[in-house]
């Protein structure tokens, strides 16, 4: 019975094997795909949970999108603009200033309305003009008083005071010749501000890109681990498949099939965990770009691994100069010179103010209100130079030297510290890209270690010579060691958007598109 049972189980267990090879080559070629597309390179095939609409994203394209769109950028914009308007402003402060005014005045009671008392006779100076020459000669010897008393009344008599209508037109000049050096440190004060504010956008461009950067790159991450993680487990379920094709053909028992199912149920919980936080960086890079969160997005810059020489051939420059190179520092530096320039103009408070001021200037007191095109203008010109010099302020000029004098060595000490941070910053992120490059290429070969004794460990296993868990720990180990190094890929890719913001690079102005 037991020979017949042999004999019929040859056979059999032919058919079996044939099936199985069948199946693991089926398997293996669909693990192999994934396994492919979760290394990074020559992924061409979409996952069949993507959407068909999904937009597609690289990139340089999220570099435009998010420079071109966020708002702090348009701030920073915003802010060269009116760095350059107050520049404008400040220079009109040596330009001449022309003020053109129109008055007109109706006046309906005044003192001058007054009627005079009447001038009594004795006052009055009235020649006989029939009188014969002697006769005037003498009343003109005896009454010359009362002719003078006449005459000063008739010229005060067409004074412009009390008229009812009064139109005065006038043109005003004036010209600072002097302000004890005020001015030009307001206008030295103005440029600086400008190119602060130029220097600040490329910081701020820059910030956004190292922040688009390192988002795009954890997404990317993020999906190439849940490729991995599904690559682990449709190879789990391949062996799964065997193990159940082994137990029909009654070469493996049902303990072997149930550790096959909890082998792969237990990759089940890290390949959720995967999508989850494949899900989340996708949404933090969105929020980036300004793109809808409900949209689907598929990135098509691969993680690619840098080449081998990169690290003996990137010229960097050295530590002490990337200060020269960063935009914060410069914008340091201007506040440092905006702070001297402040100093000056301290000091120029206590020198005078000079002023020249010219007016041409015309009047019409016509009888009605609107007579003024038959009336003649009486014209006024003048000019004149004023000097205004403060004697005393309530000890405040004093205090706002002394203030500035302060701010001055505040922006130095803090342009000292600034630098220095730079330089740190930049060495610790130029070590992190080392340390990620050297990482790499280690990863990379533990890596194809790991997938040979995956290999011969599930040859072994179908042979009979190794035992299921150690197909198990194979199959931890390639996975592990895929993470590994897709982790230090993207290390090393986030170190480098680290080094670019360190030395204060930002893409070029055409990345970013328009000014829209």
């Excluded at 995967?274 to 098509?300: F, Y």
């Amino acid at each position: 019975m037991s020979s017949a049972n042999s004999t019929y189980r040859r056979p059999l267990g032919r058919v079996a094997g044939v099936a199985l090879l069948l199946a693991a080559s089926t398997t293996a070629a669909a693990a192999q795909d994934r396994a492919t597309c979760a290394s990074g390179t020559n992924c061409t095939q979409v996952r069949a949970d993507s959407p068909t609409d999904s937009a597609q994203m690289s990139l340089e394209d999220a570099l435009r999108r998010a420079l071109g769109k966020s708002q702090e950028v348009q701030l920073a914009r915003a802010a060269v603009e009116l760095a350059g308007a107050d520049v404008t402003a400040t220079r009109a402060q040596v330009l001449p200033q022309l003020n053109a005014s129109l008055n007109y005045t109706r006046t309906y009671y005044t003192p001058f309305n007054v009627r005079a008392a009447p001038t009594p006779d004795s006052m009055r100076f009235l020649p006989d003009s029939m009188a014969s020459i002697l006769e005037r000669l003498r009343y003109i010897e005896q009454n010359a008083g009362k002719a003078a008393l006449s005459g000063l009344g008739g010229l005060f008599g067409n004074l412009p005071l009390g008229r009812p209508n009064t139109y005065v037109a006038a043109i005003t000049g004036t010209q600072v010749l002097y302000s004890g050096g005020r001015t030009g440190a307001a206008l030295r004060i103005a440029s600086d501000y400008k190119r602060a504010a130029q220097s600040e956008f490329t910081e701020q461009v820059s910030q956004i890109a190292m922040q688009v950067r390192t988002s795009y790159v954890r997404a990317a991450l993020a999906q190439q681990l849940e490729a991995i993680a599904q690559s682990a487990l449709d190879q789990a379920l391949a062996f799964q498949a065997q193990q159940k094709l082994r137990l029909d053909a009654g070469t493996a028992s049902e303990l072997d099939l149930l550790r096959a199912e909890v082998s792969a149920e237990n990759l089940r919980p890290q390949l959720v965990e995967s999508r989850n936080a494949a899900e989340v960086a996708a949404l933090d890079l969105k929020r980036l770009i300004d793109m809808p969160l409900t949209q689907p997005l598929r990135l098509t810059t691969a993680l690619d691994a840098p080449a081998a020489l990169q690290a003996d051939t990137l010229s960097e420059p050295d530590p002490t100069r990337v200060a020269a190179q960063r935009a914060a520092v410069a914008v340091a530096e201007r506040q440092v010179a905006i702070r001297q320039q402040q100093v000056s103009i301290a000091r120029g408070s206590y020198l005078p103010q000079v002023d020249l001021r010219v007016n041409y200037g015309a009047q019409n007191l016509p009888n009605t209100t609107f007579g003024f095109t038959n009336n003649p203008w009486n014209k006024d010109v003048s000019a004149g130079i004023g000097v205004s010099l403060p004697l005393f302020t309530g000890f405040r000029r004093g205090a706002e030297s002394q203030q500035a004098q302060i701010e001055l060595t505040k922006a130095r000490l803090q342009l000292g510290q600034l630098k220095e941070s730079v330089q740190l910053q930049y060495q610790q992120a130029r070590g992190e890209r080392q340390r990620a490059l050297s990482t790499i290429a280690a990863r990379q070969r533990t890596v194809d270690q790991a997938q040979r004794v995956h290999d011969l460990t599930v040859l072994r296993f179908e042979r009979g010579l190794s035992t299921q868990l150690e197909v198990s720990d194979a199959r931890l180990a390639l996975l592990q060691a895929r993470t590994n190094v897709a982790q230090a890929i993207a290390d090393f890719h986030i170190a480098d958007a680290n080094v670019e913001r360190a030395l204060g690079r930002a893409p070029s102005y055409s990345i970013f598109g328009s000014r829209n």
